[in-house]
Each structure stands twice: as structure tokens, then as C-alpha cells.
């Protein structure tokens, strides 16, 4: 049982990198999601997707990039790493189906350090 | 909008004595409340949960009843062991929005 699948599970970068945290699920889940973590802040959206072709920007979209080409995948892009996205990343999944009580699958995180 | 205000922590207890953890609302609607926890180095896992007025939710010991009237979700426990330390989310789910709302997450501490 796969679930969500993150990778890689430890980065680190030099700012002004760039990298892709790739996420896969294998439930078919319409709804794929993109939080960081950092302390004394909880969960922050960053970007989520209602399905394949579909994204939209959470609560702190800038300096991410994200696509949805199909179901099972959603990676999320830095395109010029800071330190201040150092950070553990979560990405969330679930069926949107009306019987879905809207329950997260989270993976087991991605955490990166930019130097 | 909606909201999720929990307890701050860190609750630090002791080996078998009862825990619990406050959480409140605000929603449009009637959402679904949820209860997560995330064991150190581990992503978030869906502890219990409940649908609509007056649920309770309930796993691994842990309850949490759904108050309409005083739009509460509190988790509790009678008796916590040391493998329950963790961080523990609240969130609630409403219909109309694709987006779940999150708590900031209460730390537990438990000393044998």
C-alpha cells in the first residue's frame, strides 16, 4: 500500500537553486495538496490541485511552481531557492468523490535546508 | 472564513493521566472535524473524526464529540501512555470549499 509517496526525503540546496519534490499517489485521489511546515506556524498551503490540468495557489504560493498533468503526480517546483523556504515539506491527498468526508492522506514529508 | 483555534502548547503529562485538547471554530455550514497527529519525523495521520452535530469520534483510546452549540471538537484521552507524545491537529472540512482549514498543532509530552 503505497499511499502518497514523496521524494526525496532530505535536500539540501544553495540558494539560487533550483529542484522539483516530486509526489505520486496511487488512490486515484482528484485532490492533490502542497503544505509546508515550519515551527510555531503549523500548516501552510501552498498550492493545491482539484484534478489533472487544475491548479490553484494556497495561502503562500511565491517562489513555488506546480502542474498537474496527470492524476497521479504533482510536484512542486523551486525555480530560485532562499533560505527561507527551508522548511519540511507535506504533500496531502483525497477522493473528492460527495460521499468523501474529507479525510488527508498525507506522505511523510520532504525537508529541505537552503543554504 | 473558517477557522480552527486550538490550545497552544507544549502539554507535558505524566504516564497514565487524562489528556485533553481544546479546539474551536467557526465555519460556514456544517463541515466535518478532524483530529491528526503526527508521531516525530512522520507525516500527518487522520486520528478520528466526525461528520455532523453530536458525533463522536473515537481511535486508539482518543474521543472527540462534534458541539454544535459550542462549536467545539475537544480531543481527549483517560489514560496516556508515552508513545502518544506527538502533535496533534485539529481541522475542520466544509462543504462548500475544496480547502481544509488547520489548527496550529499542540505539542503532548508524556514523561513515564
Known amino acids: 500500500n503505497a499511499g502518497v509517496t514523496q521524494t526525496p526525503k532530505f535536500q539540501v540546496l544553495k540558494t539560487g537553486q533550483s529542484m522539483t519534490l516530486q509526489c505520486a499517489q496511487d488512490?486515484?485521489?482528484?485532490?492533490m495538496s502542497w503544505y509546508r511546515q515550519d515551527p510555531g506556524m503549523g500548516l501552510r498551503l501552498i498550492h493545491y490541485?482539484?484534478?489533472?490540468?487544475?491548479?490553484d495557489q494556497g495561502e503562500v504560493p511565491n517562489g513555488y511552481n506546480v502542474s498537474r498533468s496527470t492524476t497521479e503526480d504533482f510536484p512542486l517546483r523551486l525555480l530560485s531557492a532562499a533560505p527561507s523556504q527551508t522548511s519540511v515539506y507535506f504533500c496531502?491527498?483525497?477522493?473528492?468523490?460527495?460521499?468523501?468526508?474529507?479525510?488527508?492522506?498525507f506522505g511523510e514529508g520532504s525537508r529541505l535546508t537552503v543554504l | 472564513g473558517n477557522s480552527v483555534t486550538q490550545m497552544e502548547g507544549p502539554v507535558t503529562l505524566s504516564e497514565e493521566a487524562f489528556l485533553t485538547i481544546n479546539c474551536t471554530y467557526t465555519?460556514?455550514?456544517?463541515?466535518?472535524l478532524f483530529w491528526y497527529v503526527q508521531y516525530p519525523g512522520e507525516g500527518l495521520q487522520l486520528l478520528l473524526k466526525?461528520?455532523?452535530?453530536?458525533d463522536k469520534g473515537s481511535n486508539k483510546g482518543f474521543e472527540a464529540t462534534y458541539r454544535k452549540e459550542t462549536t467545539s471538537f475537544h480531543l481527549e484521552k483517560g489514560s496516556v501512555q508515552v508513545s502518544d507524545s506527538a502533535v496533534y491537529f485539529c481541522?475542520?472540512?466544509?462543504?462548500?470549499?475544496?480547502?481544509?482549514?488547520f489548527g496550529r498543532g499542540t505539542s503532548l509530552i508524556v514523561h513515564p
Open positions: 496531502a491527498s483525497r477522493p473528492d468523490s460527495d460521499a468523501n468526508t474529507g479525510e488527508l492522506f
Open positions: 488512490m486515484n485521489h482528484e485532490y
Open positions: 490541485s482539484v484534478g489533472a490540468g487544475i491548479t
Open positions: 465555519a460556514t455550514g456544517y463541515p466535518s
Open positions: 466526525a461528520t455532523k452535530a453530536d
Open positions: 481541522a475542520l472540512k466544509s462543504g462548500g470549499s475544496y480547502i481544509p482549514t
